[in-house]
């Protein structure tokens, strides 16, 4: 059978899909295998460039570091972060420049080999013209202001000059004062207002560093003072007072921990530092106990105006939680992966999504491959015997589209050794942490005992047609011997040859039942199929027990002829056996209903009784060979348990289901349902 899974390029298409910025690159040369309609349009380019190299794609990029950088995260498999970073790229056929934040993150296989980088960038310029037009104008103003000065300190000469010279009237020379200081004037509001806009800036990136979804801190100075601190920084550490602080007084347990040599090493470098799930020993409050908690984090040098480094940046997350998580599981599989060992069980996993099998080296066996060899889903279902392969790949499927537990016994022949061997499987679907669903299912190797059930049942059937021979020739005798005592003048010999003909006739039942099972389970027991009238069957039977079953009342509540294909012959032992045992297990004179209801393309027949009912945990066994239920109210009802499971079988051969409700101390209802 063949399951449809998506393929790379259907991934790819997906991907390209993506209204964010996202490009994924392969090989040295750095093939863009796909990259969705945002990165595309930054780039200014069509979809032609898919497939082709990053540096013939996008050629105006020669002579900026990006190329370089790809090659780096693909060497080294390093993730390259940056923000606000230039880029002069051709859009609408002319050279622009551009600002991006953009990760070039290095995505690895579990060899830890780089397959691929993964590229997404977010375009900033809108952003940066803004600061840079505000620092801009505050330049600009403070130009002007200088230039102001200068014009004020060259006025003063002027005045000076004229006062000595008494060139101009004292009516002029207050004009001019007037005039400098209205200049003066004018230039110290608009000095005033460009600073204003430059606090205004300075809030709004506070604010931003504010609302942030990460927690961000700036240390200061080569104290590493904190010099701003936003709200989730401060949850790491609630009830702790750091704002203003040197790290070592506010954190003092880092001092000599390895967090701090990086620390220090950015500070000297101005090196970017990214860590991800690194182990820091810190505590959430002062003098609290250390805990082992994981951070991802970047460290970045804040540069001065000398080019020199002045302060860190710092964005952080805490993922404690998720790693202890993930420690916790990976345990919980080793446990588990333990215990499947010593069991000796097979255990194999399918994605529900990809549909590919990942089998254990010990169901690798069972199936009779090498421990390493590749073994496909398609390969493991052919070894499954024929007579039973069909049925096994339908309750997978089962399994995976309907959430059913698969629970099956079947054999398999090796593949290499031809060797039979029974397995019993038990799998059911399973959903991880991060959303996928995987089903999971253990073999265990039961040849042993299955070969020892097929000894007993050869032993039974043989046994049971040896004793059908001389038990015939007894009803024989006993039905002659009878119909000569008819009329006897003794009532009690003809009476004793009654019931030597009903024990007679139940012992045969057993046997009969003995030889089913043998011939159902060495696979001899033939379903002839024909298309009859189940509803004429089941007034026929209902009638034929009414004669019988003369202590309870049967009703049969008729319905529309419903014409099945089904084994007629086996349908009847099936409705003969619900309508037996529901006269054995109900108190005389309780009534015994009959229904059936075809909907859809199924027809279903249930048989209802008044009596000792069945307890929960006895309803998921009922069905199960020799099974009998025990309680003070039914020793004394003979039996073996084979009659249900008979007819359990009968049905599931037809493609059915069959199923019990049941209320103990007041009944059961047993049901079957058939295809149309």
Not at 297 to 321: C, M, N, P, S, W
């Amino acid at each position: 059978m063949s399951f449809r899974k998506l393929n790379n390029d259907q991934l790819l298409h997906i991907l390209a899909l993506s209204k964010d910025a996202t490009a994924i690159y392969t090989g040295e040369e750095l093939i863009i295998e796909t990259a969705s309609d945002a990165m595309i349009a930054f780039w200014g380019k069509d979809r032609s460039v898919i497939g082709q190299s990053f540096i013939e794609a996008v050629p105006e990029l020669v002579g900026q570091p990006f190329f370089d950088l790809l090659r780096e995260v693909w060497r080294t498999g390093v993730t390259y972060e940056a923000i606000d970073t230039a880029a002069q790229l051709r859009v609408d056929g002319r050279l622009q420049w551009f600002y991006y934040d953009f990760i070039y993150r290095a995505i690895k296989n579990d060899k830890g080999e780089v397959y691929c980088i993964l590229h997404t960038a977010t375009d900033v310029t809108a952003r940066h013209l803004r600061i840079a037009e505000g620092l801009e104008r505050e330049q600009d103003l403070q130009e002007e202001l200088t230039a102001t000065n200068e014009e004020l300190k060259s006025a003063n000469e002027e005045a000076r000059q004229v006062n000595e010279a008494l060139s101009l009237s004292k009516s002029q020379l207050l004009r001019v004062n007037a005039e400098l200081e209205q200049r003066v004037s004018l230039r110290a509001s608009e000095l005033t207002t460009a600073q204003q806009d430059a606090v205004r800036q300075r809030d709004r990136m506070k604010r931003f560093f504010m609302q942030a979804p990460a927690g961000i801190c700036i240390l200061d100075g080569p104290e590493m003072v904190f010099e701003l601190i936003n709200p989730l920084y401060q949850q790491l550490f609630p009830g702790r007072e750091l704002l203003g602080k040197p790290i070592l007084e506010a954190l003092p347990e880092i001092k000599g921990a390895p967090i701090f040599a990086i620390l220090e090493d950015v500070y000297r470098t101005g090196k970017t530092f990214e860590g991800n799930e690194l182990l820091i020993p810190l505590a959430r409050v002062n003098d609290g106990p250390l805990e082992n908690r994981y951070f991802n984090f970047i460290y970045q040098a804040r540069q001065d105006e000398k080019g020199g480094y002045d302060g860190i940046l710092v964005f952080v997350i805490e993922v404690t939680e998720q790693v202890n998580t993930r420690k916790a599981i990976e345990r919980a599989k080793e446990s588990m992966q333990m215990a499947i060992d010593a069991a000796e069980l097979g255990a194999y996993h399918i994605n529900t999504t990809d549909r590919i099998f990942h089998p254990s080296p010990r169901l690798k066996e069972f199936f009779g491959f090498l421990p390493d060899e590749e073994v496909p889903y398609e390969a493991a279902i052919n070894q499954i015997h024929e007579d039973y392969r069909q049925a096994a790949a339908d309750l997978v499927e089962a399994a995976i589209t309907k959430g059913v537990r698969f629970d099956m016994e079947y054999p398999v022949v090796g593949h290499h050794d031809g060797r039979v061997r029974w397995v019993r499987g038990i799998g059911e679907v399973q959903h991880d942490t991060d959303g996928k669903s995987y089903f999971t299912g253990v073999l265990h190797e039961i040849t042993e005992r299955k070969q020892d059930e097929m000894r007993k049942n050869d032993f039974i059937g043989m046994v049971s047609h040896e004793l059908k021979t001389p038990l015939t020739s007894l009803s024989a005798i006993i039905q002659v011997a009878g119909s000569k005592l008819d009329g006897s003048p003794d009532p009690f010999l003809a009476g004793a040859m009654n019931k030597a003909n009903v024990q007679i006739k139940r012992m045969s039942n057993m046997i009969n039942g003995f030889l089913n099972i043998s011939r159902l389970e060495s696979g001899k027991i033939l379903i002839e199929k024909e298309r009859f009238d189940l509803e004429a069957l089941i007034r026929e039977i209902a009638d034929e027990s009414a004669v019988t079953a003369t202590a309870h009342p049967i009703r049969f509540e008729k319905c529309q002829p419903v014409m099945v294909n089904a084994d007629r012959d086996k349908i009847n032992s099936v409705v003969s056996n619900l309508i037996s045992n529901a006269v054995k297990y109900s108190p005389k004179g309780t009534t015994i209903q009959i229904s059936c209801q075809a909907q859809g393309n199924r027809v279903t027949v249930s048989v209802k009784d008044e009596g000792v009912g069945i307890k929960p945990e006895d309803t998921v066994k009922i069905f199960d060979r020799y099974y009998r239920v025990e309680g003070s109210r039914t020793k004394h009802i003979s039996g073996f348990g084979i009659g249900l499971y008979l007819s359990a079988e009968i049905v599931r051969r037809h493609d059915g289901e069959i199923w019990v409700e049941s209320v103990p101390e007041q009944g059961s209802t047993f049901y079957f349902s058939l295809p149309l």
